[in-house]
């Protein structure tokens, strides 16, 4: 079973077009289902509207996903039930340190940034108010296959640190929220882009710690910008129309005919679930605007 999982923060970009063609052609190669979940936990950044619009555009290429659509800010009970068996286990502690104070303190810079310094792991600081849920993680080097990019592995301690399950604001934390919806669900495949490659060690650390199954992982290469950055909401929506699906396609390097490059995008789709090969995927990410029809 796999899945699709935006962010309503904006209209479906190409970005996100190359994940979903992908999941979608992946998961239906193997008869199985697709869902799609609105990751619209960070209330703040969601876009009114967005989501619809997001749904609307899947609709419009001819991906029809199964069962109901999954909203995350409809599933917080949830989240905080895993929270609990976290606590009881004895691998949640309260922080009282604020990001500047995490910044200050950090000993080095991990893969995303300042790594926590163990400051509130055994007691909180004395005159510091809670903030923040956070992980105790182990010094074990976490290994996993990745469909695309092949054996990975990362020691958490290194590279991320104690990591937060509840922010400072309420909300819960990207890696929380994922794991509890991807087992609930059933989800056997996960497919996203190359950007979330990190974070796949801490999820499968909480599937360890909450005993769910470790799905499938499969990165697919980023599109790029011309400036060279990840293409995002800012880069404008992607259009529902066969060409942009032949360029998806194209991009995640399946030979589709240029005779389809105008065809109806249900055609384009048929074409991507009957012969996509996730051998063909390259690792490297790119400009989009090097693809042409030619």
Do not use: N
């Amino acid at each position: 079973m796999g899945r699709f999982a935006p962010s309503p923060t904006g209209p479906l970009h190409f970005g996100s077009l190359v994940a979903a063609i992908g999941s979608y052609c992946l998961a239906r190669q193997e008869g199985g289902c697709w869902l799609v979940r609105i990751e619209d936990l960070d209330r703040p950044r969601v876009v009114p509207g967005a989501a619809d619009e997001i749904l609307r555009t899947l609709e419009d290429c001819g991906m029809e996903w199964d069962g109901p659509v999954l909203y995350q800010s409809c599933r917080t009970a949830r989240y905080e039930a895993a929270l609990e068996r976290l606590r009881g286990a004895g691998l949640i502690f309260v922080c009282g340190c604020s990001r500047k104070e995490v910044l200050a303190s950090a000993p080095h810079v991990g893969e995303e940034g300042p790594l926590y310094p163990g400051t509130c792991r055994e007691r909180i600081v004395s005159g510091r108010r809670p903030r923040a849920l956070r992980i105790r993680v182990p010094k074990d080097l976490f290994c996993y296959v990745d469909g695309v990019f092949g054996p990975r592995e990362q020691r958490l301690s290194a590279a991320v640190g104690d990591f937060v399950l509840r922010r400072a604001d309420g909300l819960f934390a990207y890696q929380l929220a994922v794991v509890v919806d991807d087992a609930e669900c059933g989800v056997t495949q996960v497919v996203r882009g190359a950007d979330l490659l990190s974070s796949t060690p801490r999820q499968i650390f909480l599937q360890t710690c909450l005993g769910y199954p470790v799905p499938d992982y499969i990165h697919l290469p980023l599109a790029l910008a011309a400036d060279g950055c990840k293409i995002s909401k800012r880069d404008g929506a992607a259009a529902a129309a066969g060409e942009e699906l032949w360029r998806a396609l194209r991009f995640l390097g399946q030979p589709v005919p240029k005779s389809l490059c105008g065809a109806p995008p249900v055609e384009v789709v048929a074409w991507g679930v009957e012969y996509f090969r996730l051998e063909r995927v390259p690792t490297a990410s790119a400009a989009v605007g090097a693809l042409t029809t030619s």
